[in-house]
């Protein structure tokens, strides 16, 4: 009985262990100094959204052509993995983080939400 328990616990360690499912996204991201905000378009969020390499630079590549500055706003397509609840992000402000897997389509967004 004891190897059986000891078993099911590690199994149910593994299934913690797994990695978020990669899914499909779509919303806004401000980015500015110390902010990187993602919040769908039904309201999910904010999101701290995270990425590495060449998925961040596909991220952030409409900001690159000239603008002054590198921070805005942004309109994204992506695939990613969203992290369990905890704390993220700057000063653990975010309740998730988005890890971006792959973008579909970035593209300049108003300064402020359509229908504020």
Known sequence: MRRFSLV????????????A???RY???LVWSFETSAFTTDDGQGPWWLAGEGEA??????????GQRSPW????????GQLSPPGH???LGAYQRQ???VRVIASSLAPATPQGS
Not at 8 to 19: H, K, R
Not at 72 to 79: K, M, N, Q, S
């Open 8 to 19: 099911v616990g590690m199994l149910a360690l593994v299934g913690c262990a797994t990695p």
């Open 98 to 100: 988005l890890r971006v």
């Open 56 to 65: 961040w630079r596909a991220v952030v590549a409409p900001l690159a052509r």
């Open 72 to 79: 805005g706003r942004l309109h994204l397509v992506i695939e």
């Open 21 to 23: 499912s990669v899914q």
């Open 88 to 90: 993220y992000g700057q």
């Open 26 to 28: 779509t919303g806004d």
